[in-house]
């Protein structure tokens, strides 16, 4: 099946369009069949409303199951209210059990109760209910292949065969490496499926299989499983229960729609927006609403934080009007605070998140960032001493101008490394309160600092 380019895509979401326009759903539904389950998500969203549920009621229940498999949250919990409780449930049994349990965990109480009774395979979805949707078991799928530890290369490869001929118009998914149990269920080992197909025939499983196996519990929270399978390069991770029976297995698709969505969420937190729910909204998606109440609470608090800045230009107005040239430094000393605390804090973030760095490494990440403040302070304020002096101001303006950008730069860099690092220490996203709120409190600062300087070095201060 092969794949389109954005370009292609759009011109293929204004034929569906004109078709269903036409009242040519068959037609429509036919064009969409013919795209790859994650382009069909794609153009399905794009989609008015509307017209989406009306695309999607003439799907037959294969295709909407892939459909709905690809689809964003949001707009699949959408659609799936929409549609009669008996389809959406012969839907839900030809999705992966994660993805069914996805979809359920966003719809209703009494409606997820009804579809379960519904469900023909029910069994394998209703595990899943139990976790919250950001741990390992709230990602793994309950489909998978073990294998016990007694049975032989012969009987293994002969239940591939039959597992991969059970339905010749579907693709079986079979794994790279197979995981191995015992009677009770238990978690023993894995097998790389190259080592099985070239293993000489008789060969217990047992005897070949690796006992070191990687694996987490139900309760690992998903950035934890996405560092661990990231660090050991798995293609998917096992997942135990608390007697270490393998209950599922976490795949490298989940992973990647997790390491999404939290990239999302930090860029949002560092522009000062509050994450939920447009993380997990397609831009065009996103209500008016919903884009206003994400932003007006972070706007407001960095509105009251910014008079901080006026309160310190108040408090040396006196000296503002004796040296008017110093006004004209405000900008540049600022700006120069933001734009490297916003470098640090972003260094010292992503060295949180790759677990580099551990809040009770602080003084030693303020180190290493101090030092290099050091260098930028010196090198920085330099410059700033010259440009002062080609805009001909008075020498002790130009050394409070650059003398300020110095020390700026060292505390931009120790607030910028300290206040992630306690934010962490704490259980608080460092995102939330790194972005915006950050730059305000060292602009505000930096003011005060430069002020000080000034008095210190200009003599008619």
């Keep these: 099946m092969p794949t389109h380019t954005a370009e292609a895509l759009d011109r293929i979401t204004r034929e569906v369009r004109d078709l269903i326009r036409q009242g ?16 069909r998500a794609e153009v399905v969203t794009r989609l008015p409303a509307q017209e989406r549920e009306d695309l999607v009621a003439h799907l037959d229940v294969e295709t909407a199951a892939e459909l709905f498999e690809e689809l964003d949250e949001e707009v699949a919990a959408d659609l799936a209210d929409d549609i009669h409780p008996e389809r959406l449930a012969d839907i839900l049994d030809e999705m992966e059990p994660d993805d069914a349990a996805d979809l359920l965990g966003d719809l209703p109480p009494d409606l997820v109760e009804m579809l379960l009774a519904e469900m023909e395979d029910s069994a394998e979805v ?5 976790y919250p949707d950001e741990t390992a078991g709230g990602l793994m799928t309950t489909a998978f292949v073990a294998l016990q530890e007694d049975a032989t290369v012969d009987d293994v490869i002969a239940f591939l065969r039959i597992l991969r001929q059970q339905d010749e118009d579907e693709d079986v998914d079979i794994p790279f490496y197979l995981f191995v149990i015992d009677d009770q269920q238990h978690l023993v080992g894995v097998v ?3 080592e099985l197909v070239s293993a000489p025939p008789g060969t217990r499983i047992a005897d070949l299989m690796d006992p070191q196996v990687i694996a987490v519990d139900a309760w690992t929270d998903q950035e934890e499983v996405a560092r661990i399978m990231k660090k050991y ?5 096992p997942v135990t229960d608390e007697e270490k029976r393998l209950i599922g297995v976490v795949t490298y698709d989940d992973i990647m729609h997790v390491l999404e969505e939290e990239a999302s969420e930090d860029i949002l937190h ?16 996103q209500k008016l609403v919903e884009v206003f109440r994400s932003r007006f609470p972070w706007l407001l608090l960095l509105f009251v934080a910014g008079s901080y800045t006026g309160s310190v230009l108040r408090m040396f107005d006196a000296e503002l009007r004796q040296v008017i040239s110093l006004s004209i430094f405000i900008p540049l000393i600022i700006g120069t605070g933001g734009n490297v605390g916003s470098q640090t804090v972003a260094t010292v973030i992503r060295a949180l998140v790759l677990k580099e760095v551990r809040p009770r490494d602080a003084l030693r990440a303020w180190w290493r960032e101090v030092r290099v403040a050091l260098l930028l302070g010196v090198a920085i304020g330099a410059i700033g001493f010259l440009r002062a002096e080609l805009w001909g101001v008075d020498a002790h303006v130009a050394w409070a101008v650059s003398l300020t950008i110095f020390a700026v730069i060292l505390w931009a860099s120790t607030v910028a490394t300290f206040v992630p690092l306690a934010a962490s220490a704490l259980g608080i996203d460092p995102t939330h309160i790194s972005g915006p709120l950050m730059s305000t409190l060292i602009d505000g600062t930096g003011l005060l600092i430069y002020f000080l300087i000034a008095r210190a070095v200009i003599p008619e201060l």
């Design 233 to 237: 390069d798995l293609a998917a991770v």
């Design 24 to 39: 040519h759903y068959t037609a429509a539904a036919d064009r969409l069949r013919e795209l790859h389950p994650a382009d």
């Design 192 to 194: 790389d499926l190259r």
């Design 270 to 285: 560092l522009g000062g927006v509050e994450s939920e729910p447009l993380a997990e909204k397609p831009y065009w998606e």
């Design 126 to 130: 209703v595990p899943l209910l139990q």
